[in-house]
């Protein structure tokens, strides 16, 4: 009946049969019955939900996929793979970059006396973020402004942190901007929250300072205010695996977490990517490095979700491909979610 009703007048209702869609969808998604009829009225798309193949590489460097290592970038003669990003819509306005770093500046000369100095502090952080992304979504290779404001970054992400060790009612030092400043350290009951803590350790990782980083391996990644997720046990890992302490447990517990959920609103946290540094190698860590892009260009391709400037890069993968190339790794991937800029100057990272 639908085929009879095709023509070029025909309604667009007629187009697809939506019962039997839904219904070839069903079985194939809950039953794993693949699509056994071809046709243009049974996209393949939408039956499977547009999945693609399996991932090239497993938790700690298992389960890789049938001849992934005779293929780049891990292949012996393979040369660096181009992962390419989608042209990205809108940016950040000139007037509302002004704006960010009018604010940035202005959390850099604190009054001491100021009990919210140090709140303003950590909200520079994210200010700094929006305009590493607005630089990075403008060209492939940022020129040294990202870079200036990736490493100032570091240095508020350890200075918030520091305020949060110190002792109430006491202050913190620090060198921001070309100056020596200074910032009430947080009170008892306050103290920056997780997401903070995961950008600061992001920043420090990419910018390469161990002196930045120790205050946030100090002080962990802060309690989540609303229970656990996939992110909590991804932060916990993460520490752990900086801290030479074992992440398994956190790493194994948030890819339960993980797998349990099946929302495609939620991007999960780099956990495979990570695990790499634990049970892989330096190809294992290339193919999930390929997985981690796909899996983040992929979740941004969905409807408006490209207009977010999350959408850009993400900070998790590249700040693990820079910890990688310091433990003397070699990346070969080339993409504009890895700028060269950030990710060329990695020097192996000293304990402080």
Known sequence: ?????????????????????????????????????????????PVTGFEREGPRVGPYGQDVRSGTRAEPPT????GPVRFARPELPGGTRPDRET???EQVRDALDPDPADPYATWELSRALHHLEL???????????????????VLLGSR????????ALAEPGTEVEAELGGRTVRYAAWKADDGPDARTWQLAVNL???SGRPDDLAPLLAAGPPEERYGDTPLTGYRRALHAQLSDADPRPALDAALRRCAAIRSSAFLPPPLVLLSQFTGGDEESFNLALLDALETHRDHFSVGDRAESPDATLSLDVLALACHAR?????????????PPRLLRPARPLQSP
Do not use: K, N
């Not at 009879?4 to 939506?18: H, K, Q, S, Y």
């Not at 794993?32 to 393949?44: A, Q, T, V």
């Not at 508020?156 to 305020?163: I, Q, Y």
């Open 156 to 163: 508020c992400g350890a200075t918030v942190f520091r305020a």
């Open 204 to 206: 420090a990782l990419i």
């Open 99 to 101: 704006w960010l770093r």
């Open 1 to 45: 009946p639908v085929a009879e009703a095709a023509g070029p007048d025909a309604a667009p209702r007629t187009l697809l049969p939506l019962l039997p869609l839904a219904l070839a969808a069903l079985a194939h998604r809950r039953e794993g019955r693949p699509p056994e009829i071809e046709s243009d009225y049974l996209p393949y798309g």
């Open 75 to 78: 292949g012996p003669a393979a």
């Open 326 to 338: 310091r433990r003397g790794w070699e990346i070969r991937v080339e993409s504009p979610y890895l």
């Open 131 to 149: 305009l590493v992304t607005g630089q990075a979504r403008r060209a492939a290779d940022p020129g040294e402004a990202m870079a200036d404001d």
